[in-house]
């Protein structure tokens, strides 16, 4: 008994210890990483301008624990710390994955010597094995300006009259506007870059006005959204500069062509100084953020015509360029579609050149071509693909030659037109069934070319063999009777509806006159709350509500104002509007039963009724007597 005791103990556990390795072992192939085939990188990064006497920092990362790290040589620079290495890691656990990352840096921080144009070699460092280099930097020092920074750009400009006075002026920020060329051919390829330079912290623009572009064709080139300055010299002094736009021109006509100015209002922080203060306050300056407005100069662009003498087959493209073709099928049977595909390659302007015209044999029917274009637009023009395909169909058995055909273009680089060759393709078609049972004639019949279905209108129609109305020569639709009614009943019908809606509105603008109208409907809903009250035997409130029912049908529908409402003015008025005695003397009546009700209370339900009743007679009564008067 012991012994089987002992067997189902043991078993259970083995049972736990199986079900624990098998979680443990799912775990791990749902949380173990693979690294195998990682990829790292090591890059190196640095400021492209400095300004002599300006230390920077050059920065050497890499996205995996490298080892045997090794500088560069910094010829032209002072070493004045470094290396100095930092090391940071993550991990993150998302959907059962486990991910890893592990970053090691190492930064210098370095002087300029001189001026000039420098060029740190390329680091090298182990990671996993495998030997990485970085990127070479080129960094180009600039003469220090500290000098004419200080004398030049220190000119202050009053901003109010407590005091404060802020510095800089207009050679502290501005836009400039630059053209890669001043004088071009027509169609050639010209960049407009405007480009922020600043002495001062720009926070943003308010508003951005950019010239219009007027006879060219622009793309613009798209840019990183986050900006990053550079330094730069211009007029001697070193701003920090970013491009805000480029834009690719194309000229479409000759002569002189004006960009006009374009317009940035700027937001810039600016140093100020308290005049008026402590003695404490000529140690520190605080800043203020002043709008301006900035103004890039216009420019005017010298547009040349293309040279005399265009070759045959000339595209309207202007550039560089290279052309190629293919053919689906040489040989196919009758009403088969054949796809002749051009390929069109290069620089310039791509987008504007035109279709080749290719000259198909007559037999063939031809659809129209499917063009795609695709370019990518940078500084240095656009480059890119077109492609053309046409789609067509030989309808008769036979052998056929799509003859070649010059593609011509005008080349900038040696000022000259270049013709290429599309080469021919002889096509073999096979006659189809149909042509082939009735002797080559009959396709002719089967098949009509898309010209020919152009004049179908044109030649012998068929004979109607239904019944045909005929009428006089003579009879004309024009100024007959149904011709002249066709716009006579329209505008009388207009003229109706005009004069319609003029009376409607004219009575609904009149106050008294829309709640005589309307006094038997207000009462009648009115009546609904009373009967309401009299079923849930709520006495007071239903000859309050009854009440009011009476007293407002009386003054809305005999236009008296509830100020002037009395006994005495509603039998004057029904008498005047010929409502007979007895009606008068019954609303009378029931008037004074709902002011003696309230006061002098009956229980009787059956009175409250007949109550209700006589007031609905007798409202109708009033309004059939009133209606016949």
């Not at 045997?68 to 940071?88: C, Q, T, Y």
């Not at 060029?119 to 930097?137: D, Q, V």
């Not at 080139?221 to 920090?240: A, C, D, R, T, V």
């Not at 009476?550 to 008296?560: A, E, H, Q, R, V």
Request: contains cysteine.
């Amino acid at each position: 008994m012991e012994t089987q005791e002992h067997k189902i103990q043991t078993m259970k556990m083995n049972n736990r210890i199986r079900g624990s390795l098998l979680l443990t072992f799912f775990f791990l192939l749902t949380t173990i990483k693979v690294c195998k085939g990682d990829s790292y990188t090591f890059t190196a990064t640095a400021p492209n301008a400095v300004e002599l006497g300006q230390q920077f920092s050059v920065v050497f990362s890499a996205s995996g624990d490298a080892k045997d790290f090794r500088a560069p040589s910094f010829e032209g620079f002072d070493v004045l710390m470094g290396p100095s290495k930092s090391v940071s890691s993550s991990t993150s656990f998302i959907n059962g994955k486990v991910t890893s990352e592990y970053n090691v840096s190492y930064t210098y921080v370095l002087l300029p010597q001189k001026e000039g144009t420098f060029t740190i070699g390329s680091a090298e460092a182990m990671i996993k094995k495998a030997k990485y280099t970085t990127n070479p930097l080129t960094i180009k020092v600039l003469k220090n300006d500290a000098t004419s920074a200080q004398n030049g750009s220190q000119s202050a400009s009053p901003s109010s009259n407590n005091g404060v006075q802020v510095k800089g002026n207009s050679k502290d920020v501005f836009v400039n506007l630059s053209l890669s060329k001043k004088t071009l051919y027509e169609q050639e390829c010209l960049l407009a870059t405007f480009k922020l330079y600043t002495r001062l912290e720009v926070s943003g623009f308010e508003k951005i006005q950019f010239p219009e572009f007027e006879g060219f064709v622009a793309q613009e080139i798209e840019l990183p959204q986050e900006k990053h300055y550079s330094m730069e010299s211009y007029n001697g002094l070193n701003y920090h500069t970013v491009v805000i736009k480029q834009t690719l021109l194309f000229p479409q006509r000759t002569g002189d062509l004006k960009i006009p100015s374009g317009h940035f209002d700027a937001v810039v922080r600016m140093k100020t100084r308290q005049t008026s203060m402590s003695i404490f306050d000529n140690f520190f300056d605080s800043y203020t953020d002043v709008k301006r407005t900035l103004t890039t100069p216009p420019l005017s662009v010298k547009v040349l015509p293309l040279p005399q003498g265009k070759p045959e087959g000339y595209s309207n493209g202007v550039g560089d360029f290279t052309i190629s073709s293919s053919i689906s099928s040489n040989n196919v049977n009758a009403n088969e579609a054949i796809t002749l595909k051009l390929d069109i390659k290069g620089k310039g302007n791509i987008k504007l050149i035109k279709t080749p015209e290719i000259k198909f044999p007559s037999d063939f029917e031809l659809y129209d071509p499917k063009v795609d274009v695709k370019v990518t637009a940078n500084a240095g023009g656009i480059t890119g693909s077109k492609s053309v395909e046409y789609l067509i169909v030989p309808r008769f058995g036979g052998d056929y030659e799509i003859p070649s055909t010059p593609f011509a273009y005008f080349d900038v680089n040696t000022k000259s037109y270049k013709v290429l060759t599309i080469p021919s393709y002889k096509i073999h078609v096979n006659k189809g069934k149909d042509e082939e049972s009735r002797g080559g004639e009959g396709q002719a019949i089967q098949y009509t070319s898309k010209e020919n279905i152009k004049h179908l209108g044109k030649d012998i129609r068929f004979i109607k063999t239904k019944e045909v109305k005929l009428r006089s020569k003579n009879s004309f639709y024009y100024a007959s009777t149904g011709h002249l009614l066709c716009y006579l009943l329209p505008t009388l019908l207009f003229i109706g509806i005009m004069f319609y809606y003029r009376e409607r509105i004219k009575q609904n603008s009149n106050i008294k006159l829309m709640k005589m109208r309307k006094a038997d409907k207000v009462a009648t809903k009115r009546l609904k709350i009373v009967k309401k009250c009299l079923d849930e035997h709520k006495r007071d409130r239903y000859y309050e509500e009854l009440s009011k029912a009476l007293w407002g049908y009386l003054g809305d529908k005999l236009g008296i104002q509830l100020a002037q409402l009395t006994k005495d003015n509603i039998q004057e008025q029904l008498f005047r509007k010929h409502v007979p005695e007895a009606v008068v003397e019954k609303i009378i009546h029931i008037l004074d039963a709902c002011e003696f009700a309230r006061y002098a209370p009956d229980k009787s339900s059956n009175v409250m009724s007949e109550l209700y009743a006589e007031a609905s007679i007798v409202i109708k009564d009033i309004e059939s007597n009133i209606v016949k008067k």
